[in-house]
T-cell receptor, first 111, second 112 residues
């Protein structure tokens, strides 16, 4: 089983809709969870991080964490064409210095 | 702060050649990482370092070497380049364990 799994894409949503991205992780000891956005040909950039169960909102982005279900999600409200990118979920590896990255979900926002 | 910088941006190598990919960060981060990303794929960790003089292998270290003589610099050395090393290489750094990793702009390498 992969350490971090993301829902397979690509995900196509109309402009103004909500894009929902999901990520599950295998190690119950993980404590830090990150969402990165990567535009084509560019490097990953951090969108949000979350450490505690529940929701964390930042502008149009909401991260949701459920440690009991080992599940973290990212909601993008009022999706814009500029949100078209690949979104990477990353989870810390307990007792280690590394992050485990998912393969990414590509989102396309249709105008 | 410039953040994480990488040079060169793009390089073409012939099979068997060697080169060093440079990575520098000015955030005084202890932890630094090298990843490769093949087209349409996720990030794979090559090597990482938790401080000057300390390095360790990631999941795909074969064909690469690193050194960490200063906090700021973490060069990645390719010896005897092979077509399988054609990829985009990202350097990243972070302040500490469980902290956000910040990525450089990447180096695109083509081995022919």
């Amino acid at each position: 089983q992969k350490e971090v799994e993301q829902n397979s894409g690509p995900l196509s949503v109309p402009e103004g809709a909500i894009a929902s991205l999901n990520c599950t992780y295998s190690d119950r000891g993980s404590q830090s969870f990150f969402w990165y956005r990567q535009y084509s040909g560019k490097s990953p950039e951090l969108i949000m991080f979350i450490y505690s169960n529940g929701d964390k909102e930042d502008g149009r982005f909401t991260a949701q964490l459920n440690k009991a279900s080992q599940y973290v999600s990212l909601l993008i409200r009022d999706s814009q064409p500029s949100d078209s990118a690949t979104y990477l979920c990353a989870v810390n590896i307990p007792n280690d210095y590394k992050l485990s990255f998912g393969a990414g979900t590509t989102v396309t926002v249709r105008a | 702060n410039a953040g994480v910088t990488q040079t060169p941006k793009f390089r073409i190598l012939k099979i068997g050649q060697s080169m060093t990919l440079q990575c520098t960060q000015d955030m005084n981060h202890n932890y630094m990482y090298w990843y490769r990303q093949d087209p349409g794929m996720g990030l794979k960790l090559i090597y990482y370092s938790v401080g000057a003089g300390i390095t360790d292998k990631g999941e795909v270290p074969n064909g690469y070497n690193v050194s960490r003589s200063t906090t700021e610099d973490f060069p990645l050395r390719l010896e005897l380049a092979a077509p399988s090393q054609t990829s985009v290489y990202f350097c990243a750094s972070c302040r500490g364990n469980q902290e956000t990793q910040y990525f450089g702009p990447g180096t695109r390498l083509l081995v022919l």
